[in-house]
């Protein structure tokens, strides 16, 4: 029998993307914060939806820079990326204290982060619903990964404080008959 949820639960329905890195620079700080609100608006050409509260120290300098890099941390940096979340930039320098490698981007001024299977630089496209919704709509410019990373397993937030680690894969390629295209590497 379904059981009714509270509406300030509702997200837990949704949060199992991967765990992202935020990465921003103004005025020669750069800084990376945790996130788990985003999601993919279109794929081709690729725009990314993310959630970031005028609470947070990025929020201010993706708002002044219209730039960040997202990162995308394996299981081996779970611990990590939780402590992130948990503290802000604007008292500690996050990137020395979780000993983070910030790697020069292509694009933009924001650092990617070394240690990260993959990296998408991106500039802010859309900020109309920011005011209303703390939603950016970003365009990524760039993007990185690492195919010889042996950690490929990405974190995802059940939105209380645990997490799901990718597993096992079930490839359905035979039944994509449909959209072919998304089947080519």
Known sequence: MLKSLPLSK???LFEPGPVVLVTTAQR???NVMTITYHMMLCHWPP???IDL???DYS???LRATKECVLAIPTVDLASETV???NCSGADIDKFASFGL???PAKKISAPLIAECLANVECRVA???LVRKYNLFILEPVKAWIDPDRKERRTIHHNGDGTFVVDGRVLNLRKKMVKWPEFLRD
């Open 83 to 85: 402590e992130i979340g």
């Open 59 to 61: 929020f201010k300098a």
């Open 28 to 30: 020669d700080r750069i």
């Open 126 to 128: 859309d900020s109309r």
């Open 101 to 103: 490698t910030a790697l």
């Open 10 to 12: 509702v997200y837990r």
């Open 53 to 55: 509260g005028p609470w």
């Open 47 to 49: 725009v990314i939806g």
